[in-house]
């Protein structure tokens, strides 16, 4: 068992005996549950919405490289400087390089999960830069120490009476401020933050080839003002994220609003598409991109795992999972938790290593159901499961378990030995391990061949 197997192991059994904790997820779970089926009901056809997104991303990620090299040369054409990063190391070394060039000392940063993927702040940090996250849930995170809980919400896990206890003790406001109060307390340490900071940081969440444009979708400004108050804007994504027509907007941005958090449409859109123009008011006076691929390549290669590259990160089958809703997103120890990153985590970065994650589902398949552009992840957690097995990366006791499992399946009279008791402890007993995090196997008293032949009269 890996380091990490055992440290996931340790941590969703502590956190899936937690009430409180599971009391809050249900709660905010719940208020998204209500809104969704709301949500959606702008959709005539959503099925057949949901179904040519797939395609489209389909599209997108098999001519990846044309529309990566699309992108650039119209993004560049506007003064935009691309950088292409394969690693993590390349990409904040880029992100450096920058910074130095700028003296910049302060940085605004919109929420970005592929910053959280490549640990910015706490490279920027070491090096003396402070970076500051302006999207209120990040804020909270940033504030406690913590990584975020969600893809999309990141302080989830946190009520209001958390968040008014963190606030207290790290910005000295009284502890019983109401939500509204709270927001207000952050606006005015974050618009402080906007007027001094030389760099501005986001993701985005479509690459847009056709006119070499980002597309960010967000619901408090954060984002805009990151990316058009400081005079450099840098923004880093996936390479996955690109999108081959500004007119697939049209598609995407309501599915990613609904399934994202029930929204037609997110309040703040943005499409920026390169540095300050002649005659423009405002925007940086430079833009990088920074098109990371830190492992996703890997899963371009492999033709099953590559479905998972069309995610637009709605995070919809974080909500459905009900193992994400029992263990939480940190348990995971993951930038990105629950189904998908169970998905994409052993690919990204070690199968060995991560190869547990795949492990942790039920298979319900309800988050293949919810899924925004319909990636079959349940399938697809099966197929890490099987390369997992077929690289050797499964105990000698585990193979030679279902060795025996699958030799007494093909054949009834084996499975006819014995009565019910006694398989109950074969399995329950001698195999070890089997009940640690499972319930306890019953057998029927009769094997199937016993009740049809009473069944029969015979």
Not at 105 to 110: E, L, N, Q, T
Request: hydrophobic share 35%; glycine share 6%; net charge neutral.
């Amino acid at each position: 068992m890996s380091e990490m197997s055992q440290s996931f192991l340790a941590k969703s059994t502590i956190k899936a005996a937690d009430l409180e904790h599971r009391k809050k997820i249900n709660f905010n779970i719940g208020k998204y549950n209500s809104v969704v089926p709301i949500g959606k009901q702008q959709f005539s056809a959503l099925e057949t919405a949901r179904e040519r997104a797939k395609n489209l991303k389909w599209k997108a990620i098999s001519q990846l490289d044309k529309h990566l090299e699309d992108f650039e040369a119209n993004f560049t054409k506007r003064g935009g400087k691309v950088i292409w990063a394969e690693t993590t190391e390349q990409a904040l070394d880029e992100i450096l390089k920058i910074c130095k060039a700028k003296n910049c000392k302060s940085i605004v940063k919109s929420k970005s999960m592929v910053t959280e993927e490549i640990h910015l702040n706490d490279f920027l940090e070491k090096n003396g830069i402070e970076s500051v996250e302006t999207d209120l849930g990040e804020y909270i995170q940033q504030l406690d120490g913590e990584p975020p809980y969600h893809i999309v919400t990141p302080a989830m896990h946190k009520s209001k009476e958390d968040v008014a206890k963190l606030f207290a003790e790290k910005l000295g406001t009284p502890s019983n401020l109401t939500p509204e109060q709270l927001t207000l307390v952050a606006r005015e340490k974050l618009r402080q933050k906007y007027a001094e900071a030389e760099i501005g940081i986001t993701g985005a969440n479509f690459l847009i080839a056709d006119t070499g444009s980002i597309a960010i979708t967000e619901n408090e400004g954060n984002g805009r003002l990151s990316c058009s108050y400081p005079k450099t804007h840098i923004a880093i994504t996936g390479i996955e994220k690109v999108i081959p027509s500004f007119t697939d907007l049209g598609l995407f941005w309501p599915l990613l609003a609904t399934f994202g958090t029930g929204q037609q449409v997110t309040v703040y859109n943005s499409i920026v598409s390169g540095p300050r123009q002649q005659g423009e008011l405002d925007g940086p006076d430079e833009m990088y991109v920074i098109l990371l691929d830190n492992g996703r390549t890997n899963i371009l290669a492999n033709e099953k795992a590559r479905e998972s590259l069309y995610c637009i990160r709605c995070g919809a089958c974080l909500n459905a999972c009900p193992v994400y809703k029992n263990i939480g997103g940190h348990s995971y120890e993951t930038t990105y938790s629950g189904p998908i990153g169970s998905v994409i985590t052993p690919h990204l970065k070690e199968m060995h290593e991560w190869k547990h994650l795949s492990y942790a589902s039920s298979l319900c398949g309800n988050c293949t159901e919810v899924c925004a552009v319909k990636i079959n992840l349940h399938e697809l957690l099966l197929e890490n499961r099987a390369e997992a097995v077929e690289a050797g990366d499964a105990s000698f006791s585990e193979k030679m378990a279902w060795k025996v499992w699958k030799q007494a399946s093909l054949r009834r009279s084996w499975m006819n030995q014995g009565s019910g008791s006694l398989k109950n402890k074969i399995v329950n007993k001698i195999f070890k391990g089997w009940t640690t995090h499972r319930s306890e196997l019953n057998f029927s008293p009769k094997t199937f061949n016993q009740m049809w032949k009473e069944k029969r009269g015979e």
